[in-house]
C-alpha cells in the first residue's frame, strides 16, 4: 500500500477554488458547460437539483474521466452536452456558440450497447449514419470502414445474438465512430463486459485514439472504475451527490506511465486517492488529498495453485477480447505472473483465468511453467499490436496452432462452392465430446475462425463458407 506522493498531484484544484474551466476563448476549449444546473420536476416545491452550477471544459486532446457515486448527475451531464437535454440554468458552448438541439459533434457509447436485434451488424452500424443525407452505397462503405477500424471485420452480416458481449460493444462503438466525431462521449461503456474484454476493448481504444487514427479531438467518460479511470484518463474528475457537482478535479498520469510495465505503484497512489475521495463522500476533497493514511488493508499474499500438468488441444471457450486483455495484461506486468497473483490482480478467481492461460498457450501466446504464465515472443508482439495487426497474428497462429481450425478451413476450400454445412464437423466432433460440448467446441472454433477471417459463417444455414 502506498502514500500518495505530493509532486505528483500538487497540481490538484478543488472545484470551490477553480471550475474546471479554462479562459473564455481559449481556441482548445470545444464544447463548455458554463454554469449549468438541472431541475427535474415541474412543480417548483417537487423539483429536485440534478446538477449545481456545473462549469466544465473539454479541450482538444484531452480524455476526462467523471467518476462518482450512481445518481450524481453523470449521465444527465452528458445528456445536457450532447443536447438531448435543456439546462434549467446556465448554458452549453460549442466551439464558444450557444448549442440549441442536439450537439452535432457528438457520439455517444452506452453500457448496455442499445443494438436492434432484428438488425445485422452492418445494419446497427448504418444507423449511425441515419441522421446523414447519404447515398445508400456510401453510408455502407463508411459503415463497412468503422467495422473494419473496431476489429469487427468477418461480423458484418451477424446478429447481436451471435455476439460476445466485447464483441456487441464493439457495434456500439463502431456506430459512435462512423460519424467521425470530433467528441465521444462513453457513458460507463466497459462495464457491462467481464474485466478482461474490457481490458483489451480499452486498450483498443486508447490505441485509435492516441495514434489519431481516428479523428476524434476529445473523450469525455463516466465510470465507477477507478482503475480504468486512471488508466485512461487527463483529468479526473469526482462527482457529489444530492446536489450533483464536481467535488474534485485531479491531474491523470502523464500518458506514457499510464500502461507502463512496471510503473504500477504510481497508478496505486492515484487509485488510493480517488479511492479515499470516492469512500468519503461527506468530506471536503482537498483535505483527502495527500499524506493521509489509505484506507484499504493490505491483502494476505496467497497460496500457490499448481496448473495442470496437461494442455489439451480441447478449445477454451473464451472469446478473443478476453484472451486479448489477458495477454495484455501479463504484459503490463512484465510478461511473467504467477496465475494465482494475475488472478487477485483481476479480481477474478484462478480457476477463470485457467481457460485463458490454455488459449494462450494453444496459439503460442504464453507458456506455462511452475504456475508462472510467461509471456513468448509471439505473445509479446500480439500485446504490443494494434487492432489490425492483431488479428494478422491471431490468424498465423491459429492456422499453426489450432488443429479444427485448419480443418475446417481445408474441408470448405475442398466442397463444392466453398460452402460446408456444420452437420458433418459436429459428428465428427461428437466421437470425441459429448454432444453438448462438441457443440460448445464448435462454436469457439467458429468464434475464433471469423474473428481471424479464415472462413465466414452463416447462422441461419449453419453453414461454413469462403468470402472471395
Ligand atoms: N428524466 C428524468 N426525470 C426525473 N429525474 C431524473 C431524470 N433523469 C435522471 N433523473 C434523476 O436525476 C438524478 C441523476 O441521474 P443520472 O444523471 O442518471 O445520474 P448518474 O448517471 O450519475 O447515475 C437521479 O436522481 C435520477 O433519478
Ligand atoms: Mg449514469
Redesign the pocket.
Known amino acids: 500500500m502506498t502514500t500518495p506522493d505530493i509532486n505528483n498531484i500538487n497540481n490538484i484544484s478543488s472545484a470551490e477554488q477553480t471550475s474546471a474551466a479554462t479562459p473564455v476563448g481559449a481556441p482548445d476549449v470545444l464544447l463548455r458547460a458554463q454554469a449549468v444546473s438541472k431541475y427535474?420536476g415541474s412543480e417548483q416545491e417537487n423539483s429536485?437539483l440534478?446538477l449545481d452550477d456545473i462549469t466544465l471544459d473539454l479541450r482538444n486532446d484531452e480524455f476526462i474521466a467523471l467518476l462518482?457515486p450512481?445518481?450524481?448527475?453523470?449521465?444527465?451531464l452528458l445528456r445536457i452536452l450532447a443536447g438531448l437535454v435543456t439546462p434549467s440554468r446556465g448554458e452549453v458552448l460549442l466551439h464558444g456558440a450557444p448549442l440549441e438541439g442536439a450537439n452535432p459533434n457528438v457520439a455517444i457509447v452506452f453500457q448496455n450497447f442499445a443494438l436492434y436485434p432484428w438488425l445485422t451488424v452492418l445494419e446497427n452500424v448504418e444507423l449511425g449514419l441515419l441522421a446523414k443525407e447519404l447515398a445508400p452505397k456510401e453510408r455502407e462503405q463508411r459503415a463497412l470502414q468503422a467495422i473494419d477500424l473496431i476489429g469487427l471485420d468477418g461480423f458484418e452480416s451477424a446478429y447481436p445474438r451471435e455476439l460476445s458481449g466485447g464483441m456487441k460493444q464493439r457495434v456500439g462503438f463502431a456506430r459512435a465512430l462512423v460519424v467521425e466525431p470530433e467528441i465521444l462521449f462513453l457513458d460507463e461503456p466497459f462495464s457491462a463486459l467481464d474485466v478482461l474484454v474490457a481490458e483489451n476493448l480499452r486498450h483498443e481504444l486508447l490505441d485509435l485514439w492516441l495514434a489519431r487514427k481516428i479523428p476524434t479531438r476529445t473523450i469525455l467518460m463516466?465510470t465507477h472504475n477507478i482503475n480504468e479511470a486512471v488508466q485512461m484518463a487527463d483529468r479526473l474528475l469526482v462527482f457529489g451527490a444530492n446536489p450533483?457537482r464536481i467535488r474534485v478535479e485531479l491531474p491523470g498520469l502523464p500518458r506514457d506511465q499510464r500502461s507502463q510495465p512496471g510503473a504500477t505503484s504510481i497508478r496505486e497512489q492515484l487509485a488510493d486517492t480517488v479511492y479515499r475521495i470516492m469512500t468519503n463522500p461527506k468530506a471536503d476533497a482537498q483535505s483527502l488529498l495527500p499524506g493521509v493514511a489509505p484506507l484499504r488493508p493490505p491483502t494476505p499474499s496467497p497460496a500457490p495453485v499448481p496448473l495442470p500438468a496437461r494442455v489439451y488441444q480441447t478449445l477454451p471457450h473464451v472469446s478473443l477480447d478476453e484472451l486479448a486483455g489477458f495477454v495484455e495484461r501479463l504484459y503490463t506486468l512484465g510478461g511473467r505472473e504467477d496465475l494465482y497473483e494475475l488472478a487477485r490482480d483481476l479480481q477474478m478467481e484462478a480457476d477463470d483465468l485457467l481457460p485463458l492461460a490454455e488459449a494462450a498457450n494453444l496459439l503460442g501466446f504464453a507458456d506455462l511453467d511452475a504456475g508462472d504464465v510467461v509471456l513468448t515472443n509471439v505473445g509479446q508482439r500480439f500485446a504490443e499490436a494494434d487492432i489490425l495487426e492483431k488479428k494478422v497474428i491471431f490468424r498465423q497462429q491459429a492456422q499453426v496452432g489450432i488443429s479444427i481450425l485448419r480443418q475446417i478451413v481445408q474441408d470448405v476450400a475442398a466442397s463444392p462452392e466453398h460452402r460446408l454445412s456444420e452437420d458433418t464437423l459436429l459428428a465428427a466432433l461428437e466421437h470425441s465430446f459429448s454432444v453438448d460440448e462438441a457443440r460448445r467446441q464448435l462454436d469457439t472454433a467458429i468464434d475464433w475462425g471469423r474473428y481471424a477471417e479464415l472462413f465466414a459463417y452463416d447462422d441461419d444455414a449453419g453453414e461454413f463458407y469462403l468470402e472471395d
Do not use: A, F
Open positions: 427535474y429536485v440534478v462518482g450512481s445518481g450524481s448527475g453523470k449521465s444527465t463516466v450533483g
